[in-house]
């Protein structure tokens, strides 16, 4: 089993930045293939960006792409999203997600675990 514990969000104003952050525990907490996806009340929960745990390969959503990075320490089997150039329709639920497949994917399917979520909300 894998425990995620996300930490990290709060209010900030449009352009502003935030970094948010996801340890992982547990008896497979290592070599996982680990993503972020966020959701917004009413509609369904989307992909933000994913990392494989070898190669440090990453992948992100065409509308994050070039404000946010996805990085991880596998030592702490901790994983980051650093948010920069924040926007308004950014605001959701942020969760973290992982696999113990290792590979960092899109599909929301790919993933058994889940952490908590935390609350990212940026100001006009």
């Known amino acids: 089993q894998v425990q995620l514990v996300e930490s990290g969000g709060g209010l900030v104003q449009a352009g502003g930045s935030l970094r948010l952050s996801c340890a992982a525990s547990?008896?497979?907490?290592?070599?996982?293939?680990m993503a972020w996806f966020r959701q917004v009340p009413g509609k369904e929960r989307e992909f933000v960006a994913a990392?494989?745990?070898?190669?440090?390969?990453?992948t992100y959503a065409d509308s994050v792409m070039g404000r946010f990075t996805i990085s991880r320490d596998n030592n702490k089997n901790t994983v980051y999203l650093q948010m920069n150039s924040l926007k308004p329709e950014d605001t959701a639920v942020y969760y973290c997600?992982?696999?113990?497949?290792?590979?960092?994917?899109?599909?929301?399917?790919?993933?058994?675990?889940w952490g908590q979520g935390t609350q990212v909300t940026v100001s006009s």
């Open positions: 990392i494989n745990w070898s190669t440090g390969s990453t």
């Open positions: 547990g008896r497979a907490a290592s070599s996982l293939g």
């Open positions: 997600a992982a696999n113990p497949y290792g590979v960092g994917s899109e599909r929301k399917g790919s993933y058994p675990y």
